[in-house]
């Protein structure tokens, strides 16, 4: 029976080949870049009586207005562009923005009030947490996988500053630093929503301030387990990358854009082999990856470089499936729902009782559980959460 996707019977001749040859060899055209806007730079834009004005950028020509702006704007999302355009606090060239106006480039903006809405007050919830350590002036915890540390300055409503690890914090603790800020109370250093492990947290102002010294100056010894996929050809490897944010996709780092990019931060992370696995799924590695700088996603971007994504991390190139290597009948493969990335060991000077603090997390269960059924094989998994 003919598919339902085939040409009409007269029109089955028609072939693509020649708009195939025309294109081959042709190189895709790049996405247009659009300039990041500092809006706290007089070069940039002017700031009076609550009105910031800037011209738009000749690469926003074509571009709706919402999505340059969001493009433009750092830390800023489309959703609350939009808001902005639709209460009235967006002007193109005097007048009232539309969301979906499309651009020429040049054309002067002006955005009445702050482009993010006021931070949130953390506040206290009832989430069970792992302490490891505590006295009067910090805390060492363990933080799950799927916990945020803390909710985005971009928040908009109370529902956003749930669940997260400040909120727990407030409950068992109690008071906290204010270095951070009304939203990231005792919060030194921060790990991402699908990494599991050891954070830091301090109880008061001078002890944060000590212990922010501390990782700005290299310090604390942190020291990450993560399983890569493939085998790492050698046993250590140092990976010194710039890294910065990626132009196209928002949400992503990248190490491409070279260290004079003014938007790019030095990054080390010092790699070293702890086991090389072959198993019924493929080639994996396990590695523990110690790190002298704290960029955003440093280890997943670091290992993406390195052509070994984390498994897990969709984000950054791994598969969403694992799937027996060759292939067996019947099996549906393993997936695991977070990063197979986990902060296991925190070496650092008590700023107060000048002790060294020696903090070990073990693997979490589900990470257990995932590379005992990685090395059993389809025909013998064992339970995955």
């Known amino acids: 029976m003919p598919s339902k996707n085939m040409l009409p019977k007269g029109q089955r001749h028609h072939s693509v080949r020649k708009e195939y040859r025309a294109t081959r060899g042709a190189e895709p055209v790049p996405e247009v870049v659009i300039p990041v806007l500092d809006l706290e730079d007089d070069g940039d834009s002017t700031f009076e009586d609550g009105v910031r004005t800037f011209s738009a950028a000749a690469e926003a020509a074509g571009k709706r207005l919402d999505a340059y702006l969001a493009q433009a704007i750092p830390d800023i999302s489309r959703a609350r562009v939009q808001l902005l355009i639709e209460s009235g606090q967006v002007r193109v060239d005097g007048k009232d923005g539309k969301a979906k106006q499309k651009l020429v480039g040049g054309e002067s903006i002006e955005i009445e009030g702050e482009p993010q809405p006021p931070p949130l007050h953390a506040v206290a919830e009832d989430i069970p947490l792992d302490i490891i350590f505590e006295d009067q002036y910090l805390a060492v915890v363990n933080k799950p996988a799927g916990m945020m540390v803390h ?11 749930r669940g997260t ?64 996929h493939g085998h790492l050809a050698k046993d250590h490897v140092t990976v010194n990358l710039p890294i910065a944010r990626d132009l196209i996709r928002r949400t992503r780092m990248t190490t491409r854009r070279g260290a004079s990019d003014p938007g790019s931060r030095s990054a080390v ?31 997943r971007v670091h290992m993406q470089s390195l052509g070994h994504p984390v498994v897990g991390d969709f984000l950054y190139g791994a598969p969403h499936h694992i799937h027996a290597d060759p292939p067996v009948k019947g099996d549906d493969g393993l997936e695991l729902e977070r990063n197979f990335l986990h902060a296991a060991h925190l070496v650092f000077v008590h700023p107060k009782t000048s002790e060294t603090m020696d903090m070990r997390s073990p693997l979490p269960v589900e990470l257990t559980s995932f590379l005992a059924a990685l090395e059993a094989g389809p025909e013998q998994k064992v339970g995955v959460s």
């Open 151 to 161: 909710a985005g300055s971009g928040a908009t409503d109370d529902e956003r500053n």
């Open 165 to 228: 690890l400040v909120n727990a914090l407030l409950f068992h603790l109690g008071k906290l630093s204010e270095v951070g800020g009304d939203l990231r109370p005792g919060i030194v250093h921060r790990l991402d929503k699908q990494t599991s492990g050891i954070i830091l947290v301090a109880k008061d102002d001078s002890t944060h301030r000590k212990l922010g010294t501390m990782f700005s100056e290299r310090r604390v010894e942190k020291t990450y387990l993560a399983l890569v």
């Open 269 to 299: 992370s010092h790699v070293s082999v702890v086991k090389r696995l072959k198993t019924p799924y493929g080639p994996f590695t396990l590695v523990e990856v110690k790190i002298e700088t704290g960029r955003t996603h440093q280890i």
